[in-house]
């Protein structure tokens, strides 16, 4: 009997979530109006519905639309707020007139704010208002930080419109650039809130588009292609030095930052992205240059909220994530004096330091100082930490094979660098020392007695070939050689005794970015091999916007790795000279060095795994993408399996950083061809995405 009754309940409840799914909902402005109206956070709506906050965003801006059995508690939601926040009644005696242009809603007791509505992000309804007075917030909401009401960024069109991250459309003044400035440090409420409580807020950003560009009398395309900027005569920085805004020495260039002299008041600083002059590379953005204002400021939003607001290129903005997550100083009281001053924070890079010379890059003082110049130095001479580029012939039973499969890890690097022990002081130099896997730093060590099979690359060089004599390493390299059981006596080192995980914070941030972007696309940790390798054959095309997010996330690992050891660029630069990235904390090659050979052995210990307990070898690596020989196209059809599981310690398919995806699929007839056109140099894991011989990396 109750289970019939439960049956009943139940089929109940089906018909009041299908009328509930016609329920109307209010306009998508309206919802938002709502709920500031009560001082709710998008995020307390969010967790009250049980859904993301970027779903709550995408309601208010009109993207998307509530579904059952949510969409009914939504509608609750908003009925009861609406009872207790009536729309604002224009002012008596006025004639409600036809509407053919935005309401002006009169709030006396509030500073106006030129809100426009987000009904539509393609072609947003223009209004200016005030906000309603707000409901007072009990203790236990979470206060938002009111400076930055609007979030991190705008995107500036032709039309004097801003658009902002989560749909949201604001007035801006574009007669000339000093009042935009003006507009951006004030009633725009741009900026983010520091993530770590040492650091700095985040620099309004506005994003300027072609139409913005001419507007402010500049120009569409920057006649110094080689410096990139405006000549400092420009008319538009005269109205700038004019008004007391400032340059960075790089001047006004796609990245721009203009700022006035700190004043113990807050920062006064806006950063600026010329969309047609380049500020978006493809190469990390993807197609971003080619979106609408709205999208546009949907993409960089999201990356801003997950990453960190961009201040330049991706490789610029994942070195200062480092330095935002683990700023290097922090107010102290002195106590001899009581007042505060800047104290070093604990585990952080604090000052610049001197490398250690065989980890100096050509061209760096200490290099020319001990050789002379164009010395080509040896293996005992430079440390040589880099990505794979290997590949060998196939063998005969290889050949018998119909395809060869292309499998790529996840975020290499950033894996490499999670729970990574890097230095944090200067190199001491140390003759005949026994070797420590706890201490970072480069050891002189003679690894040419290590034989494994060559149908594996060496891990010990990036070329895959087998030391011919004592080199430098990092010390993952040399602790993998302890791992595999032989005996390491180094020569000599140079040791950072003052160490900690300095990359774990900005890794976790990363970390967390791209699962968050991945699950957005319908890619989540945990879904069976089947539906992930479906998902991620589509997953570009599910929605652009996201897929921008996802590249730019895998080039800030990236580029920030590589920033560490920045080189030199051209502009009177002579080799032996000192230049400006040496005098940043971060310029540390020795930290670069030592994730990019974790991330090198982290390969090779997987392709042991599948060798030794699969008979699997490869043929071709090119960093983090290995290609196997296979009798099927998918990578199922040659990934070996124990009682339905992967193989402990091997590759295994995923969307976490660390797993591995499918990169690509050829026959190996096309491998075969490919050796015969271009000889043993090709590497058939440079082209096994497209099959085409490009010449550039096709990996992530």
């Known amino acids: 009997m109750a289970d019939e009754q439960n049956g009943l309940f139940a089929s109940v409840d089906a018909l009041l979530e299908q009328a509930a799914a016609h329920d109307a909902l209010p306009v998508p402005a309206e919802r938002k109006r709502l709920r500031e109206a009560a001082g709710l956070s998008q995020d307390q709506v969010a967790k009250a519905l049980n859904v993301r906050r970027e779903t709550v965003t995408g309601w208010e801006a009109g993207r998307t639309e509530p579904r059952p059995p949510t969409r009914a508690a939504y509608v609750r939601l908003l009925d009861g707020l609406a009872d207790r926040f009536p729309t604002p009644q224009p002012p008596s005696g006025s004639a409600p007139g036809p509407r053919t242009g935005p309401t002006v809603i009169a709030q006396p007791q509030a500073p106006t704010s030129p809100v426009l509505s987000a009904a539509s992000p ?251 110049r164009f010395h080509q130095r040896t293996p005992d001479q430079v440390l040589d930490e880099e990505a794979y580029q290997w590949s060998r012939p196939l063998t005969d039973a290889e050949c018998m094979k119909p395809y060869v499969v292309g499998i790529d890890v996840n975020m290499a690097f950033a894996a490499a660098a999670n729970r990574l022990t890097v230095g944090l002081s200067a190199p001491v130099h140390v003759h005949r020392p026994l070797f420590d896997a706890k201490l970072p730093g480069s050891w002189l060590v003679d690894l040419s007695h290590i034989r494994l099979d060559e149908r594996l690359p060496s891990p010990f060089t990036p070329h895959g070939e087998r030391p011919t004599g004592p080199a430098w390493y990092a010390t993952p390299t040399v602790a993998y050689a302890v791992e595999l059981g032989y005996r390491v006596t180094p020569l000599e080192a140079y040791l950072r005794y003052e160490h900690g995980p300095y990359l774990d914070a900005w890794y976790t941030r990363l970390r967390d970015a791209y699962v968050a972007t991945m699950a957005d696309l319908g890619i989540t940790p945990g879904m069976p091999e089947e539906h992930y390798l479906a998902a991620m054959a589509a997953h570009q095309q599910t929605d652009p916007v996201l897929a921008a997010v996802l590249s730019a996330i895998k080039a800030t690992v990236k580029g920030g790795i590589g920033k560490l050891r920045e080189r030199a660029r051209s502009g009177g630069w002579r080799p032996g000279e000192p230049w400006p990235a040496l005098a940043r904390p971060t310029w540390r090659p020795d930290i670069r060095a030592a994730v990019i050979a974790s991330a090198r052995v982290n390969m090779h210990r997987k392709m042991l795994k599948l060798a030794t307990h699969a008979g699997l070898y490869p043929v071709a690596i090119l960093s983090d993408c290995a290609v196997y020989a296979s009798d099927g196209p998918s990578p199922l059809d040659f990934l070996p399996y124990r009682d339905g599981k992967p193989l402990p310690g091997g590759f295994r398919l995923g969307v976490s950083p660390g797993m591995v995806k499918h990169e690509g699929t050829q026959s190996v007839l096309w491998a075969e061809g490919l050796l015969e056109e271009h000889g043993p140099d090709v590497n058939i894991a440079r082209h096994i995405k497209t099959g085409i011989v490009s010449g550039q990396d096709e990996g992530e």
């Open 122 to 372: 393609a072609a947003p309804a223009r209004a200016v208002s005030a906000r309603p007075p707000v409901a007072k917030k009990t203790a236990a909401a979470p206060a938002a930080d009111a400076r930055f009401a609007h979030g991190p960024l705008a995107v500036v069109d032709g039309d004097s419109a801003a658009y902002c991250a989560d749909g949201l459309v604001l007035d801006c003044p574009l007669t000339d650039l000093p009042a935009l400035v003006d507009w951006a440090l004030g009633e725009a409420k741009l900026g983010a809130a520091r993530l770590h409580r040492s650091g700095k807020d985040a620099d309004p950003l506005i994003v300027l588009t072609e139409s913005a560009v001419q507007r402010l009398g500049l120009p569409t395309a920057l006649e110094d292609r080689r410096g990139l900027r405006l000549p400092d005569d420009h008319q538009v920085l005269k109205q700038l030095a004019k008004n007391r805004w400032k340059l960075t020495k790089r001047g006004f260039g796609p990245w721009a930052r203009v700022y006035r002299t700190a004043d113990g008041a807050r920062r006064q600083c806006v950063q600026f992205a010329v969309g047609p002059w380049g500020a978006l590379d493809t190469r990390s953005w993807g197609t971003a240059d080619q979106l609408e204002p709205a999208e546009l400021a949907r993409l960089l939003g999201t990356y801003a909220t997950r990453v960190l607001t961009p201040c330049g290129s991706t490789a610029v903005t994942g070195l200062e994530l480092m330095t935002a997550l683990r700023p290097p100083t922090r107010a102290v009281k002195d106590p001899a004096t009581g007042k505060w001053v800047s104290g070093s924070v604990p585990g952080s890079l604090t000052e610049a330091v001197e490398c250690a010379p065989p980890e100096a890059p050509d061209g760096h003082p200490a290099v020319a100082a001990l050789y002379p």
